[in-house]
């Protein structure tokens, strides 16, 4: 069961690039490679792997769930909405996105977006913040010019 999976150019033998979600509506220019914790051989494995590209001026959906992740930047640079604040991303940067915290990551700085992340197996799906939750929960004038719905 164990493997390696070899990478070229940021795309790994074997692993097929997907559409980051269905709703095509929420987000622009992101795609997804589910490296492990997907397949029927890695049941063993209690997380998944992915890896997520974000092309030149796209961003991810603007969401929050009950379950954390962890994320590093391992291609180029961005920033992100996380909670009430905008931060700056750069190469190896780690990011811990808490339970219930408001996250969206953008490839606004003239390149391209990659990050790994990983969550538990058995999660639940993210939520599309509406407009009564985002006026309750963002007061940062920063945050609220940098939102993409």
Not at 26 to 51: I, K, M
Not at 85 to 90: D, G, I, R
Not at 103 to 117: P, R, T, Y
Request: aromatic fraction near 10%.
């Amino acid at each position: 069961m164990s493997k390696i999976l070899k990478c070229k150019n940021y795309e790994w033998k074997g692993v097929e690039r997907k559409e980051y979600k269905s709703d095509t509506s929420c987000y622009q220019g992101v795609h997804r490679y589910s490296l492990l914790g997907e397949g029927e051989d890695e049941h063993p494995l209690n997380f998944q792997t992915r890896y997520f590209e974000v092309e030149k001026g796209g961003y991810t959906s603007l969401e929050y769930h009950r379950h954390p992740h962890s994320v590093v930047i391992i291609r180029g640079a961005g920033s992100m909405i996380l909670g009430d604040q905008v931060h700056e991303l750069s190469l190896h940067d780690v990011v811990f996105i808490s339970p219930e915290t408001l996250h969206q990551f953008h490839a606004d700085k003239g390149e391209s977006l990659g990050f790994i992340c990983i969550v538990d197996r058995y999660r639940d799906k993210p939520v599309l913040p509406d407009e009564a939750y985002l006026e309750e929960k963002i007061s940062s004038d920063k945050v609220l010019k940098k939102l993409k719905r």
